[in-house]
């Protein structure tokens, strides 16, 4: 039996699961896999931060629906990893990490740079298993990866470095398996679930990330129910195109016409939806909840019927046992909503005074200019917020931010990976400038791996997301303040295309200027820093702290900081 060497038979499994890109720094107990890779079809993107890595590899599994791969050398070269990983297990995107080890001569003697990476990386994985000897790798790693596909999170295999390097027997031909099980209730609960909705007299859906797939679906229910359709952050791209039954989103980062539709309900019908804010849901209405996963079920508010099933499989079998209603006031009294909504959403979408720039004027201008299958991201704060309200999702475009982690720093690095996994697609960073700063270095891989991502940097000189929160709460900003360099400049010196505007009415050409750029490019824009991110209903507790915040600021002497809030928000 032929003799292979494990660095080769783990690449080899990686390739046969359908791996195509490996992204990390190469190192020490690394090595043989890395030149395994280089052998392989697999293609090695050379980051310059192995967290970077990971929210890569995080956004070319999650778009592409492939296995992606990272890996990385023994101690802080495998533990860099763990943030980006986090975020790729709660996107629910297929990764699988190859976290080498110190040699096994030297395990649990404190040896220089050795790191229980089992005990960490066991709490952002499916799996998460160590090669403990050279007849295992292959069993192994295609657990790994078959746990990844089918479970949608990350998968951890831990490698020795001497282990990757010793010959064993091909052994047996363990591959991973990825079936496609039809999932939905039994009969007897899509009946109870039927007759729950038949007897509702205003019900709505809420929609999440499970409904991907299943937008037509969807429709067709909304049409049947006449039932205003609400959706998650996460459900963007499947719900909002083309439906006209669409109210947007509710919760914090959410509208108004989301929040009432799912306030003023008598039913809802959760469908493939895990949000987890329970004080947005509705009060007094019976909740039924349609979720793959058994677990979910009734986790962040209660609910009157929970069932297992797919969205799809649910629904196809669903809608022959509901009545076809005709009855619609509640429905068009939602669509009043809406239509009010959309109109104020579009006042915020304008140039400020005195050249002063709106984040949401910036966000519209890269939506009526970027493709029409563009694939966004946008950084944790308030560049997630003007996405997802300001961005249009037609169906072919996507977008990525960190919703379930909410971590900083993910929106470039995401469109790496992205961009990696579609080398023609046009892919758009929304940026805070603390976020970019946080992992700063990554724009060279743009450059070295040749990647033409298109970077925008909301620049206001702050956290501007915990700054309002701050203020919300009645306490004085603190802390909060960024002293940033030229980012164009910077971005320049690097190797992109570079500007920097600070003025309204240089805007549109400059977005124009940065989309139709061949290569990387990049536009860093004085945003306003008093910009509010108002919520769909703003509570009097609100009011009262952001009055509180006010009084404050003018006793520290820091009226200007007031008087600049109220004429950026309210004085255009």
Same mark, same amino acid.
């Given at each position: 039996m032929a003799r292979k060497k494990v660095a080769d038979i783990i690449v080899e499994t990686l390739q046969d699961a359908g791996v195509k890109r490996c992204y990390g720094i190469a190192g020490d107990t690394l090595n043989h896999i890395t030149d395994a890779i280089r052998r392989s079809k697999i293609d090695w993107i050379h980051m310059r931060h192995e967290e970077a890595g990971a929210m890569a590899a995080g956004g070319d599994a999650l778009l592409s629906g492939d296995l992606a791969a990272c890996a990385g050398a023994c101690g802080p070269g495998s533990l860099h990893f763990v943030n980006g990983l986090f975020e790729a297990h709660r996107n629910r995107a297929p990764v699988v990490l190859i976290a080498t080890q110190v040699a096994t001569s030297e395990l649990g003697m404190d040896f220089p740079q050795e790191v229980d990476l089992k005990a960490i990386y066991e709490t952002c994985s499916h799996f998460c298993q160590p090669i403990h000897s050279p007849a295992q790798a292959r069993r192994v790693v295609a657990l790994a990866a078959q746990t990844a596909l089918n479970r949608r999170g990350v998968a951890v295999v831990i490698v020795p470095g001497d282990v990757a390097a010793m010959e064993v027997d091909e052994g047996l031909p363990f591959r991973p398996h990825r079936p496609q099980p039809l999932? %939905?209730? =039994?009969?007897?609960?899509?009946? !109870?679930?039927? *007759? %729950?909705?038949? *007897?509702?007299? %205003?019900?709505?859906? &809420?929609?999440? =990330?499970?409904?991907?797939?299943?937008? +037509?679906?969807?429709?067709?229910?909304?049409?049947?129910?006449?039932a205003p359709v609400v959706h998650t952050s996460r459900a963007k791209d499947f719900i909002e195109p083309d439906?006209? &039954?669409?109210?947007?989103?509710?919760?914090?980062l959410g509208v108004e016409s989301g929040f009432r539709a799912i306030d003023a309900c008598d039913t809802l019908l959760l469908l493939g939806a895990d949000f987890a804010w329970s004080q947005f849901y509705p009060h007094e209405a019976e909740l039924i909840q349609v979720d793959s996963d058994a677990t979910h079920l009734g986790r962040r508010h209660p609910v009157d019927l929970g069932v297992v099933g797919d969205v799809r499989a649910t629904i196809e079998a669903l809608l022959p046992r509901l009545a076809q209603r005709e009855e619609d006031a509640f429905l068009r009294n939602c669509l009043k909503h809406r239509e009010k909504t959309l109109q104020q959403l579009a006042e915020q979408e304008r140039p400020g005074k005195d050249g002063l720039i709106h984040p949401q004027y910036l966000t519209h201008?890269?939506?009526?200019?970027?493709?029409?299958?563009? !694939?966004?991201?946008?950084?944790?704060?308030?560049?997630?917020?003007?996405?997802? $309200?300001? #961005?249009? =999702?037609?169906? @072919? $475009?996507?977008?990525?931010? +960190?919703?379930? /982690?909410?971590?900083? !720093?993910?929106?470039?690095? +995401?469109?790496?990976?992205i961009q990696k996994a579609f080398p023609d697609r046009q892919v758009v960073a929304l940026c805070g400038d603390g976020g970019l700063a946080m992992l700063l270095g990554d724009l060279l891989t743009a450059i070295q791996e040749k990647l033409p991502i298109k970077v925008v940097v909301y620049d206001n000189g702050s956290l501007g997301f915990v700054e309002m929160e701050q203020k919300v709460e009645g306490l004085l900003d603190s802390y909060t303040d960024l002293l940033n360099p030229d980012f164009a400049k910077v971005a320049e010196a690097i190797g992109f295309h570079a500007r920097r505007v600070e003025k309204s009415g240089e805007l549109e050409?400059?977005?124009?200027?940065?989309?139709?750029?061949?290569?990387? *490019?990049?536009?860093? #824009? @004085?945003?306003? $820093? &008093?910009?509010?991110?108002?919520?769909?209903?703003?509570?009097?507790?609100?009011?009262? /702290?952001?009055?509180?915040? +006010? !009084?404050?600021? #003018?006793?520290?002497? $820091?009226?200007?900081?007031?008087?600049?809030?109220?004429? =950026?928000?309210?004085?255009?």
């Open positions: 999932l %939905r209730p =039994s009969d007897a609960e899509l009946g !109870a679930v039927a *007759a %729950r909705l038949n *007897a509702g007299k %205003r019900i709505a859906l &809420y929609c999440g =990330s499970g409904c991907e797939g299943a937008g +037509s679906e969807v429709r067709a229910l909304a049409d049947k129910l006449k439906n006209p &039954y669409d109210m947007g989103m509710t919760g914090i201008l890269i939506d009526v200019h970027a493709a029409d299958d563009a !694939a966004f991201t946008a950084d944790g704060g308030s560049p997630m917020v003007w996405l997802l $309200r300001h #961005v249009r =999702s037609n169906g @072919k $475009r996507r977008t990525l931010t +960190s919703l379930v /982690h909410g971590t900083m !720093a993910n929106a470039m690095p +995401s469109a790496l990976g050409e400059a977005v124009r200027e940065l989309l139709a750029q061949p290569g990387p *490019a990049l536009l860093d #824009v @004085k945003v306003n $820093r &008093y910009e509010l991110v108002m919520p769909p209903k703003v509570e009097p507790g609100q009011v009262l /702290h952001t009055a509180l915040y +006010s !009084a404050k600021a #003018v006793l520290a002497g $820091r009226g200007k900081d007031v008087e600049a809030l109220l004429r =950026s928000n309210f004085d255009d």
